[in-house]
């Protein structure tokens, strides 16, 4: 059973930084293009970043400069790197795979993990 797990959630203040991680477990072939969403408290989902199976990254404009996405595949893991950090970063932030081989073989879609909470607060 495949599972996106995210980590390095928490709460830090502003202008500080965090490392998210989303690993990938359980039995698959191959992860397509994986990305990065967050919810805020009364706000929809918003994609925050979107990064290819070979490493091309399409972030939001408004974080540009800030937050940095990178994937290592023989780790099965998607990192988000994010810098000076202020309170409307607050959210919680789940990672997606658009598509993921499995055995079978048979394509599983449009694929969430269970979100970590960011907290950014003095």
């Known amino acids: 059973q495949v599972q996106l797990v995210e980590s390095g959630g928490g709460l830090v203040q502003p202008g500080g930084s965090l490392t998210l991680s989303c690993a990938a477990t359980g039995s698959f072939l191959t992860i397509y293009a994986m990305r990065w969403y967050r919810q805020a408290p009364g706000k929809q989902r918003e994609l925050v970043t979107t990064i290819t199976p070979n490493g091309i990254v399409n972030s939001a404009d408004s974080l540009k400069g800030r937050f940095t996405t990178s994937r290592d595949n023989a780790k099965n893991t998607m990192y988000l790197q994010m810098n000076n950090l202020q309170p409307e970063d607050t959210a919680v932030y789940y990672c997606?795979?658009?598509?993921?081989?499995?055995?079978?073989?048979?394509?599983?879609?449009?694929?969430w993990g269970q979100g970590t909470q960011v907290t950014v607060s003095s």
């Open positions: 997606n795979a658009e598509r993921i081989l499995v055995a079978g073989p048979k394509y599983i879609y449009d694929f």
